[in-house]
Structures are given as structure tokens and as C-alpha cells.
């Protein structure tokens, strides 16, 4: 297989599965451009890290030289593909670049807006740069995991003023005659009323009626 053959197998192979996964999980994306472009992101830099897995492993179970190695060395087009790894091993390290790729993929495509979801992603990128995924793919990773990073602390200060802009303690003052402005002003979220919070703010006209 030439050069130019396997850069064009290669590319093709990256960018199908890129597609397919993105496909598959597109209903994800319906809520935030931003995050769609990070989870996207995500995406192609574990399945291009994935990508140099296959070069590594048939390069058989022996010893690279160092640290910096070529995943294709075939593929002189691309410089042999070069990425690092410090497992001695190119057999180990082909089939850990693979399995961490794909966890990339996975975890961008379907966690990266949850809870500690940007830093996962983050350090998934960088141990696959540890272990052989190449040097650009880990680098896309980690960006793509300070966007979602950047994306979910504005998501939070924006619940944060919501919350400041309608305090519990408030509510609970407010008499029922209020509710509906009370709940217009603070459309989207559930109502905080309880029928104990109801029947405390009644409790003195009912007094004052027998008095």
C-alpha cells in the first residue's frame, strides 16, 4: 500500500466514524451550539487518536527506541504519524491508544455536559497523548473540554441569578394573591409552594375575620 492509498484510507476511516457517531447522538446537540461544537470536537480528537492504535500494534510486540515514536511510519506523508507514549511496548501501546480513544469519543459525545463531565474529558485527552494517541488529537481534546468547562460555568451563573432573582424566602412572604405575577417573573422553574407555606400566609386574615 502506497503512501497516498493508505493517507486516503486512513482520513476516510477517521472522518466516517466521526460522522456515524456524531449521527447517532445528534438529538444531544439540540440544546447549545457551544456544546455541540465541544462534544464534535471531542469526538474527532478520540477517534483520530484512536486512529494511530491499528500502526502501533503492527508494528509487533517490541520496543520502541524512546518516548516519541511513529504510529504509521509508512505514512512519510504525515511525518510516520508521530506521537509519544511511555509503555514500552508498541503492542500494548496500540491497543491502550484504542481502547482510550474511543473513551474520548464515547465520554464527549454523551457526558461532557454533566457534572465534572469537561475535567474527564481533559484527562482522558491527556493520557491518551501518554500512551500514543498522537500529538495533535490529545491537544483537540483538551480544548474541547475547556469549552464544555467554559460552557457549564456560565450555565451556572445564569441558574445563580435566576435563584437570586427569586429567593425561596420570598415566596414563602408572598401572599397567594401574588402568585401568578410571582410566577410569571420567574417563568422556567417549578414552583417552590408548599400547602403548609398556603396555609401559614392565610393564618392571619382568618384571624383578623374573627376578630
Given at each position: 500500500?502506497?503512501d497516498?492509498?493508505?493517507?486516503?484510507a486512513?482520513?476516510?476511516?477517521?472522518?466516517a466514524?466521526?460522522?456515524?457517531v456524531i449521527i447517532?447522538?445528534?438529538?444531544?446537540?439540540?440544546?447549545?451550539?457551544t456544546?455541540?461544537?465541544?462534544?464534535?470536537?471531542?469526538?474527532?480528537?478520540?477517534v483520530?487518536?484512536?486512529?494511530h492504535?491499528?500502526?502501533?500494534?503492527?508494528q509487533?510486540?517490541?520496543?520502541?527506541?524512546g518516548?516519541?515514536?511513529?504510529?504509521?511510519?509508512e505514512?512519510?506523508s504525515?511525518?510516520g504519524?508521530?506521537?509519544?507514549?511511555?509503555?514500552?511496548?508498541?503492542?500494548?501501546?496500540?491497543?491502550?491508544?484504542v481502547i482510550?480513544?474511543?473513551?474520548?469519543s464515547?465520554?464527549s459525545?454523551?457526558?461532557?455536559q454533566s457534572?465534572?463531565g469537561?475535567?474527564?474529558?481533559i484527562?482522558?485527552?491527556?493520557?491518551?497523548?501518554?500512551?500514543g494517541?498522537?500529538l495533535?488529537?490529545?491537544?483537540?481534546?483538551?480544548?474541547a473540554?475547556?469549552i464544555?468547562?467554559?460552557?457549564?460555568?456560565?450555565?451556572?451563573?445564569?441558574?445563580?441569578?435566576?435563584?437570586?432573582?427569586?429567593?425561596?424566602?420570598?415566596r414563602?412572604?408572598?401572599?397567594?394573591?401574588?402568585?401568578?405575577?410571582?410566577?410569571?417573573?420567574c417563568?422556567?422553574e417549578r414552583?417552590?409552594?408548599?400547602?403548609?407555606?398556603?396555609?401559614?400566609?392565610?393564618?392571619?386574615?382568618?384571624?383578623s375575620?374573627?376578630g
Open positions: 500500500m502506497d497516498w492509498t493508505l493517507l486516503v486512513l482520513s476516510g476511516s477517521i472522518i466514524l466521526t460522522a456515524l447517532t447522538v445528534r438529538h444531544r446537540f439540540k440544546g447549545s451550539i456544546i455541540a461544537a465541544a462534544s464534535i470536537l471531542g469526538i474527532f480528537a478520540g483520530s487518536g484512536a486512529s492504535g491499528p500502526g502501533e500494534i503492527l509487533g510486540d517490541i520496543a520502541p527506541n518516548n516519541i515514536i511513529e504510529a504509521w511510519p505514512l512519510t504525515l511525518g504519524e508521530p506521537a509519544m507514549t511511555l509503555i514500552p511496548n508498541f503492542g500494548v501501546t496500540g491497543i491502550v491508544t482510550l480513544g474511543l473513551a474520548v464515547i465520554w459525545a454523551t457526558r461532557i457534572k465534572s469537561d475535567l474527564v474529558l484527562l482522558l485527552s491527556v493520557m491518551m497523548l501518554l500512551v494517541g498522537g495533535i488529537p490529545p491537544v483537540i481534546g483538551v480544548v473540554g475547556i464544555g468547562a467554559r460552557v457549564r460555568q456560565k450555565d451556572l451563573k445564569t441558574s445563580h441569578r435566576k435563584h437570586k432573582a427569586c429567593p425561596v424566602e420570598t414563602y412572604m408572598e401572599r397567594p394573591s401574588t402568585l401568578s405575577s410571582q410566577s410569571s417573573k417563568k422556567g414552583s417552590a409552594w408548599s400547602l403548609d407555606a398556603i396555609n401559614d400566609s392565610l393564618r392571619p386574615q382568618k384571624l375575620s374573627f
